[in-house]
């Protein structure tokens, strides 16, 4: 985009972040709806969407215990669950690991789905940009989702409020993944990476806990490594 | 379900907190700005292609809003959203592109 060049890298990234309200929005608030019908407090709703700050986890979490599951189960599963975000963290260590402490704890507490792939997208594509101004992009996108997020929570808990099924958003979060998914194919090996994760994810979804996901991604990802190393080998050669 | 017991609600809410930070801040906060071996960061150049579209593919195949039955109108709303994404390089031209075919569809389907 040419007229983003006097923009700041915050307000790009808060650009970038915004599709995802259409997401944030109806799953907060449903997440609101079905923790006060499970039984939490309004308080208890906030503070789950606030201190987890992960929609799955949550999800699932309130899911095993609504059935009775053991807690300790609840826990596991839901962090099973949201075991990919510690590959978000790895995947974006080498972009923002150089950065204070402190700024990394806040990265860390808001590394999702949403600011980890706009991040990759940008940093892929403007590879000088400086870690302060990746940081910036990062927290920006974040900046439009977080308190959507908690609002939506709250609407959820106190008013009960949800958006009607016949609406359609709840297909909102494949399509802007997807939509996203179409520029960070850059190589051949990205598009080989992305379509073995796509295999290997239908085939494990039967999978318990969410794990099929991370088999899938694991596989993806050594096959794009694979495939970079035959193609700058058959570079090398020609 | 009115009977969860407040304590069990806390104690789930802390530990996940405790566990989902644990999780993020592992590799950011612990390898920091330590380089990392070429083997492991040519890996970690695919977890975003990898990853994503793992995680969206079963949403696509079996829908939630059909009860997960594969359906024409949602696969192809899919595919419009990554196709112009792909093409025009824009996250928003591949969102709108995605969301009319679904809206277009669901519309002529009624």
């Given at each position: 985009m040419a007229i983003t060049t006097t923009k700041s890298y915050y307000w790009r990234g808060f650009l970038d972040g915004s599709p995802f309200l259409l997401m944030a929005l109806p799953f907060g608030m449903l997440f609101g709806v079905l923790a006060t019908e499970a039984g939490l407090s309004v308080v208890q709703t906030m503070s789950f969407s606030a201190a987890v700050f992960?929609?799955?986890?949550?999800?699932?979490?309130?899911?095993l215990l609504n059935d009775n599951a053991p807690t300790i189960v609840a826990i596991l599963s839901a962090l099973a669950v949201n075991l990919r975000?510690?590959?978000?963290?790895?995947?974006?260590?080498?972009?923002?690991?150089?950065?204070?402490?402190?700024?990394?704890?806040?990265a860390a507490y808001f590394t999702i789905d949403q600011s980890y792939a706009c991040s990759m997208m940008q940093f892929e594509k403007e590879p000088r940009?400086?870690?302060?101004?990746?940081?910036?992009?990062?927290?920006?996108?974040?900046?439009?989702?977080?308190?959507?997020?908690?609002?939506?929570t709250y609407l959820g808990a106190v008013v009960g409020t949800r958006i009607p099924?016949?609406?359609g958003l709840d297909f909102a979060l494949p399509i802007t993944f997807l939509a996203m998914i179409g520029p960070m194919l850059r190589t051949p090996a990205h598009v080989v990476a992305a379509l073995v994760a796509i295999v290997v994810a239908l085939l494990t979804t039967t999978v318990p806990f969410n794990l099929g996901l991370l088999i899938a991604g694991c596989a993806?990802?050594?096959?794009?490594?694979?495939?970079?190393?035959?193609?700058d080998r058959r570079r090398a050669a020609a | 379900m009115k009977n969860l017991d407040p304590t069990t609600i806390w104690?789930?809410?802390?530990?996940?907190?405790v566990g989902s930070f644990a999780l993020r801040f592992v590799?950011?906060?612990?390898?920091?700005?330590?380089t990392m071996p070429d083997w492991l960061l040519r890996h970690l150049r695919y977890t975003a292609a990898a990853i994503i579209p793992a995680m969206v593919?079963?949403?696509?195949?079996?829908?939630?809003?059909?009860?997960?039955?594969?359906?024409?109108?949602?696969?192809?709303?899919?595919?419009?959203a990554l196709e112009v994404g792909y093409i025009t390089k824009n996250v928003i031209f591949g969102i709108v592109a995605g969301a009319a075919t679904l809206y277009g569809l669901l519309y002529l389907a009624n």
């Open positions: 992960a929609g799955a986890a949550q999800f699932t979490a309130l899911h975000v510690a590959m978000y963290s790895a995947s974006l260590t080498p972009y923002l690991g150089a950065a204070p402490l402190w700024q990394r704890v806040f940009m400086s870690v302060s101004e990746r940081l910036r992009y990062f927290f920006g996108v974040v900046s439009p989702l977080t308190p959507a997020w908690l609002v939506a099924e016949s609406w993806g990802m050594m096959a794009g490594a694979r495939c970079e190393l035959i193609l | 104690i789930v809410i802390a530990s996940l907190a590799f950011i906060g612990f390898v920091g700005g330590r593919a079963p949403l696509v195949v079996w829908p939630s809003a059909t009860d997960g039955k594969p359906d024409l109108a949602h696969m192809s709303a899919a595919f419009m």
